[in-house]
T-cell receptor, first 114, second 112 residues
Framework: KAGVTQTPRYLIKTRGQQVTLSCSPI?????VSWYQQTPGQGLQFLFE???????NKGNFPGRFSGRQFSNSRSEMNVSTLELGDSALYLC?????????????FGNGTRLTVT | GESVGLHLPTLSVQEGDNSIINCAYSNSASDYFIWYKQESGKGPQFIID?????DKRQGQRVTVLLNKTVKHLSLQIAATQPGDSAVYFC???????????FGKGTMLLVSP
């Protein structure tokens, strides 16, 4: 079974631009979560989607948004990029939401904002 | 590869030794715990999980111990191999919520 797939693998953007990251979950997984990983803050929860609905949202500004499609694929968008948005963005999927099933992560998208 | 964390606690062991990685979790309401391994340039990889109604769970070469009294979790790796070198994260979760709260991570370095 294929794992979680994230595209693109690397991105370089300029301050003020916007970016869209894509995630394809493991087949059959209906919940998709996004995390930001930085050396200073570690792994921080961004949001979770299930059945095309945002279930939970972390403590990030409104510039960070996401969506989920009917096939469970998800995208996240960051608008008006800031230097501090440089990070590894990780997508994770699980079978269901609110259940004790582990998240399975993709290899992330490395975003660099200059 | 990319660095997943700077100034992480580091555990250095020799190949063949047993490794113990510790984690203190923060929320006494957490009842589900997971250990992840992250290699350079990759996302976190699931290793083993444990629910709060258990004190110990064993997998292949790994054992997780849970002490709810002191909110402490540990990961034991038997016969550590160079391929075990990575950053290890513990994560906690409350049943009914999919959000994981991650610890800061520990870097394990295994020398041949």
């Amino acid at each position: 079974k294929a794992g979680v797939t994230q595209t693109p693998r690397y991105l370089i953007k300029t301050r003020g631009q916007q970016v869209t990251l894509s995630c394809s979950p493991i087949s059959g997984h209906r919940s998709v979560s996004w995390y930001q990983q930085t050396p200073g803050q570690g792994l921080q929860f961004l949001f979770e989607y299930f059945s095309e609905t945002q279930r939970n949202k972390g403590n990030f500004p409104g510039r960070f948004s996401g969506r989920q499609f009917s096939n469970s694929r998800s995208e996240m968008n960051v608008s008006t990029l800031e230097l501090g948005d440089s990070a590894l963005y990780l997508c994770a999927s699980s079978l269901d939401t609110g259940s004790d099933s582990p998240l399975h992560f993709g290899n992330g998208t490395r975003l660099t904002v200059t | 590869g990319e660095s997943v964390g700077l100034h992480l606690p580091t555990l250095s062991v020799q190949e063949g030794d047993n490794s113990i990685i510790n984690c203190a979790y923060s929320n006494s309401a957490s009842d589900y715990f997971i250990w992840y391994k992250q290699e350079s340039g990759k996302g976190p990889q699931f290793i083993i999980d444990i629910r709060s109604n258990m004190d110990k769970r064993q997998g292949q070469r790994v054992t997780v111990l849970l002490n709810k009294t002191v909110k402490h979790l540990s990961l034991q790796i038997a016969a550590t191999q160079p391929g075990d070198s990575a950053v290890y994260f513990c994560a906690e979760n409350i049943s009914g919520y999919s959000t994981l709260t991650f610890g800061k991570g520990t870097m394990l370095l295994v020398s041949p």
